[in-house]
Structures are given as C-alpha cells and as structure tokens.
C-alpha cells in the first residue's frame, strides 16, 4: 500500500485522533525533507518509541532570511516518500505554504533564553523565531506524544525543548545523536552544497572539535583551547561563524570545567556553505 500523505490540517487529525482513540502512542518526526540518514535515525529512533510515525516534510520559508536558501534548499519528494515508505512510516504530513501560513497569517513565536544566546541567532537573527512558529505549529497540529530532534542542531533542540515546556505543550522531546560520514563530517542536507575540494575540507571541523574536547576535559583552559582550535579551523580554509564553550543546558558563556557540563559549538563557513557542529566535552 502507498505511503499516506496529507495536506490539510483537518484530515492530519482526523487520522491522529483515530490513533490516539485506539489507544495508539504517536512520534512526530520534523523535517524540511531532502532526507538523509540521520533524518532516518530520527525515525527509526521514532519507530522505537511510538505505535505510529508522523513525519512532517516542509521547507519552512519563516526561518530563512530573504538572502538564504530557501528557493534552492533540496528537495528530494520522491525519493523522500520511497525511504518513508520503505521504513513503515504510517503518515507523511507534507502541507503547501499557503496551508501553513494562509492568508492573513499574523502570529509569530518569538523564543528567548537558549535562542538568544549568541550563537546561530547572531548570524540567522529570525532563524528561532521562524523555527519556534513551525514548531509550534506541527506541535498543535499533530499533537504526538513525542517529538524527535537531531543533536546536531543543538541551539534548535534546546530551543525547542524550552518551547514545548514553557506553551505546557503535552510532549516529550527526545534528542537523537547525530550521525555521521565516515570521516566524521556530521550529515547535513547542505553538505550536497560542497564541492569536491570543500568536501575534502569539510570533516576538519569535527576533527577539531573532537581535539578541542579531549584537550578541555583533559584540564587545557576553554579559552587557549579554542583558540588553537579556531586557527585549525581557519587554515583549512573555513571562515569562523563562531567557536564557543557553552553551557550544555543553558548555554551560557562559561570560562572553565567546573562552571558546568560544557558543549563546544561551531559555525563556519566554506566557499558558500555553512557548516554547524557541536560536541560534548
Ligand atoms: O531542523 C529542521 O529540519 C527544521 O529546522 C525543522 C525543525 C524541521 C523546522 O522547520
């Protein structure tokens, strides 16, 4: 049997509350589709916990800045739905623009704490808040029991996390490891950006990472770390976004170990890519 998809609002619930009468746990899986591996750990991870797998696929256009992305970001439909499919996915909710954001759309959530911390919210200034009003969004309108977020987008899944806890949205958000090329580089649809040579550059960023790491918890000091990190990061041809020892919860800016459990993020850019990264130490 084909794989399910909807486009409206009412016939997505419809069908949850035909699970949830059932007595059925639903996951919702969140994506902008362009699906790689570790969109499909996110549903295996999914497919673990819940009796039913929503996957939502739309490329939000709230969270890109008139100069990003958003026209070329990948689109992958089919081979999306074949990999869905192939994985027993029971719903892909797959709404047009005008179905998210319909005319005379005028509500925007507007996230603090973990969104303001200087990270990617300095470099993408409405990147949280177009993230937070879609979150909230497929939250409400699938209303699962879970919500899968990849490590990867770090920042996103505290902000996230925050944002189903403070609107007391009834869902858990679970975090799921991001996965890897084997040379370390963290998947990404943007990766399919690079070029050859910048691919070849690419997995410096996590290499560096995972020596910035050993060096914090084998007692080097956060600052001195990083700065030999960053110039690694720069000679291999990357232009620094940012380097940062952060708070793993909070993400506070902190100086040494014993300020709290430390995450290293990184955002940099090569020829017209932009690669984010991060780490616990
Ligand atoms: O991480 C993403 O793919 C997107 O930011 C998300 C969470 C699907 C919201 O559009």
């Known amino acids: 049997m084909p794989i399910r998809v909807v486009r409206t609002v009412s016939a997505l619930r419809r069908a949850v509350m035909r699970w949830r009468a059932a007595g059925e746990r639903i996951a919702l899986v969140p994506t902008m589709g362009a699906l790689h591996a570790g969109h499909l750990a996110l549903v295996r991870a999914a497919r673990r916990r819940a009796r039913r797998v929503v996957v939502s696929v739309f490329v939000n256009p709230a969270q890109f800045a008139p100069h990003e992305d958003f026209a070329s970001y990948p689109r992958s439909w089919d081979t999306d739905l074949a990999a869905l499919s192939a994985m027993g996915v029971d719903l892909v909710w797959a709404p047009a623009v005008a179905a998210m954001y319909p005319p005379g759309f005028a509500t925007r959530i507007v996230p603090q704490g973990p969104a303001t911390?200087?990270?990617?919210?300095?470099?993408?200034?409405?990147?949280?808040?177009?993230?937070?009003?879609?979150?909230?969004?497929?939250?409400?309108?699938?209303?699962?029991?879970?919500?899968?977020?990849?490590?990867?987008?770090?920042?996103?899944?505290?902000?996230?996390?925050?944002?189903?806890?403070?609107?007391?949205?009834?869902?858990?958000?679970?975090?799921?490891?991001?996965?890897?090329?084997?040379?370390?580089?963290?998947?990404?649809?943007?990766?399919?950006?690079?070029?050859?040579?910048?691919?070849?550059?690419?997995?410096?960023?996590?290499?560096?990472?995972?020596?910035?790491?050993?060096?914090?918890?084998?007692?080097?000091?956060?600052?001195?770390?990083?700065?030999?990190?960053?110039?690694?990061?720069?000679?291999?041809?990357?232009?620094?976004?940012?380097?940062?020892?952060?708070?793993?919860?909070?993400l506070a800016p902190l100086s040494s170990r014993a300020d709290g459990p430390i995450r290293l993020l990184v955002a940099a850019r090569i020829g017209k890519t932009r690669l984010i990264d991060n780490i616990a130490v």
């Open 117 to 250: 911390a200087g990270l990617e919210d300095k470099f993408r200034p409405q990147f949280f808040s177009g993230v937070a009003t879609v979150v909230g969004k497929l939250l409400i309108q699938c209303a699962p029991d879970l919500a899968m977020f990849g490590d990867k987008d770090y920042q996103q899944l505290l902000v996230v996390t925050r944002l189903a806890e403070d609107l007391d949205l009834p869902v858990k958000i679970v975090a799921v490891a991001t996965v890897r090329e084997p040379d370390g580089l963290a998947l990404s649809s943007r990766n399919s950006y690079l070029s050859a040579s910048e691919r070849a550059a690419a997995p410096t960023l996590y290499r560096v990472l995972e020596d910035c790491a050993g060096k914090i918890a084998r007692g080097a000091l956060p600052a001195r770390a990083l700065d030999e990190a960053a110039a690694a990061i720069e000679r291999a041809g990357f232009v620094l976004d940012y380097l940062e020892a952060r708070h793993a919860d909070t």
